[in-house]
């Protein structure tokens, strides 16, 4: 089996099984991200969405954890695309944290984090309205 590399810029080797075929390996190669989390403020009852996604040998997967754990979905937390994108809707209290995505392949993992903060306007309510009768002095 000869060795020759066909794809030096992605480090692919090719051996020559045949003259009719060529079996093609890529080196394992760590997760590096191509787009990280960025850290958002935004008011209750509004939305958020982070997006995370990297590259490596095998592609990795996405997982995402909430302040150190495994993040549960429900019905206003959800992943798509593939775990690449983080959508929080109906933001409470309870969503302030730090979101971290975590890429994993056989060669390693890395992790990116983002803060959500909610913007402090929308825990105080709405300002109270004007008094109805302006008083008066004597």
């Known amino acids: 089996m000869n060795s020759d590399r066909c794809c030096p810029l992605l480090g692919w080797i090719c051996y020559s099984l045949s003259l009719c075929s060529v079996f093609c390996w890529s080196p394992p190669a760590p997760p590096e ?6 850290s958002l403020s935004r008011p209750g009852g509004g939305s958020a969405e982070f997006s995370c996604s990297a590259s490596g040998e095998p592609q990795p997967h996405i997982i995402w ?3 150190g754990k495994l993040l549960s979905v429900s019905g206003t937390v959800r992943l798509s695309n593939v ?7 109906q ?6 944290a730090i979101y971290q995505c975590i890429a994993e392949n056989s060669a390693g993992s890395n992790q990116a984090s983002a803060r ?3 913007s402090l306007s929308s825990l105080q309510g709405p300002d109270p309205p ?4 302006q008083p008066t002095r004597a």
């Open 33 to 38: 991200f191509s787009q990280w989390p960025q």
């Open 65 to 67: 954890l909430k302040n």
């Open 83 to 89: 775990n690449t994108t983080l959508s929080i809707t």
């Open 91 to 96: 933001i409470s209290p309870e969503d302030e």
């Open 116 to 118: 959500l903060s909610i």
């Open 130 to 133: 004007p008094p109805l009768h």
